[in-house]
């Protein structure tokens, strides 16, 4: 008898979260909350896999081995997708052992002693890692990183980028840090930075620059806008957002005006850099950001290779499997392709949108997996 299971047949609708301690399984995210709440000893909780562990070795076992858990708040073990929303979480000070935070490393520590011992011993507070050269205390560090002209260092709390120019650091501001180019003020999340942006563009010096746009002009727009736009007034001709802020197929480069269409393109096979598809479906399932969009006990398994990619591919091209979701905590509806759950979001009938699931840094890693050289402007 084959033991294997058939997937194709299944009619169990997909687990959305686990319970280790009561061996339960639950079908979305809020009634595996609803239940951590009402049960005692449920605190060792996964919050991107949405699972409940026995301990808290379970816990941190789970996130040491585990792909897409390196960003982790080491007083709960909470994961986060990138070092700003580390920095949210700490600041917020969520629950005991975050009360004394080195900002630094983004780490808590239960008391103020222990953040002092912490500040006097690690050599990452007192050391340029690019000269090889240590300092008497933080500030000369600090100052160097200011003063030198080998290199540009990023100041942001927790961040080591090192760029080798200046042009290569506001870059850096610019895509992981939430910079607004206009007036150059770093903010700690893309909403803080779209607010920023709201409010009839309060920013004075990004005033000038969007001068007249439509009210209907979503700010995500504007930012793209404002990004390879040096200046605009209302002396001279806008060209149409959907002209400025083109997507390039990450395969070929070819342009796209919306990421459902470039994400179609790559998924027809009809990329003549990325023919197979299958690959793509492979890469997706087994990326560290695929759990914002993607049922999570299909992702485990093509992360694991426990099930056949080719079939999983034959399944959706069936329509048999629907393994993307829309994690909107009102829509939740599923999607064969991941270029249909894209259009979902681009018509935005729910609160979330195409940027919420991260496709530009999926971008950058799919052309590194692949050897694809970025697009040179």
Not at 18 to 45: P, Q
Not at 198 to 205: F, M, R, V, Y
Not at 260 to 268: G, Q, R
Not at 303 to 319: C, F, L, S
Request: net charge neutral; glycine share 6%; with cysteine.
């Amino acid at each position: 008898m084959n033991s294997k299971r058939d997937y194709s047949r299944s009619r169990d609708p997909p687990r959305q979260g686990w319970c280790g301690v009561c061996r339960l399984g639950f079908h979305d995210k809020s009634a595996l909350l609803a239940h951590i709440k009402e049960m005692a000893g449920h605190d060792n909780y996964c919050n991107i896999c949405h699972r409940v562990f026995v301990d808290r070795n379970g816990l941190k076992n789970h996130v040491d081995n585990t792909a897409g858990h390196t960003i982790t708040c080491n007083a709960c073990l909470f994961c986060f997708v990138d070092y700003n929303g580390l920095q949210n979480h700490l600041a917020s000070k969520p629950g005991p052992g975050h009360s004394f935070v080195c900002t630094i490393c983004m780490r808590a520590f239960a008391d103020d002693e222990e953040l002092e011992r912490h500040l006097h011993l690690a050599d990452r507070h007192v050391a340029c890692l690019t000269c090889k050269v240590k300092f008497r205390s933080q500030a000369e560090r600090d100052e160097h990183w200011k003063t030198t002209t080998k290199h540009r260092h990023c100041m942001e709390p927790g961040c080591l980028f090192d760029a080798p120019n200046e042009g290569t650091l506001k870059k850096h501001l610019r895509d992981d840090h939430y910079q607004c180019t206009a007036c150059l003020v770093v903010f700690p999340s893309q909403s803080k930075l779209l607010k920023h942006l709201g409010a009839a563009l309060k920013c004075p010096s990004l005033g000038v620059k969007v001068q007249g746009l439509s009210p209907e002009v979503k700010l995500i727009d504007v930012i793209g806008f404002i990004n390879q736009t040096p200046t605009y007034t209302s002396a001279s001709p806008l060209v149409s957002i959907e002209e400025q802020h083109s997507i390039n197929c990450w395969a070929c480069n070819q342009s796209y005006s919306k990421y459902s269409d470039m994400m179609s393109h790559l998924e027809s096979g009809s990329c003549v850099k990325f023919p197979n598809p299958v690959q793509l479906t492979s890469f997706i399932g087994k990326h560290w950001f695929s759990p914002k969009y993607m049922d999570i006990g299909i992702h485990n398994q093509i992360r694991a290779e426990t099930i056949i990619i080719d079939e999983v591919h034959r399944w959706v091209m069936d329509g048999i499997l629907q393994p993307y979701i829309c994690r909107s905590a009102e829509c939740h509806h599923q999607f064969g392709r991941l270029s249909a759950l894209i259009v979902h979001l681009e018509q935005g009938p729910c609160a979330w949108n195409v940027y919420d699931i991260c496709l530009d840094a999926t971008g950058r890693d799919f052309r590194a997996q692949f050897k694809i050289p970025e697009l040179q402007n």
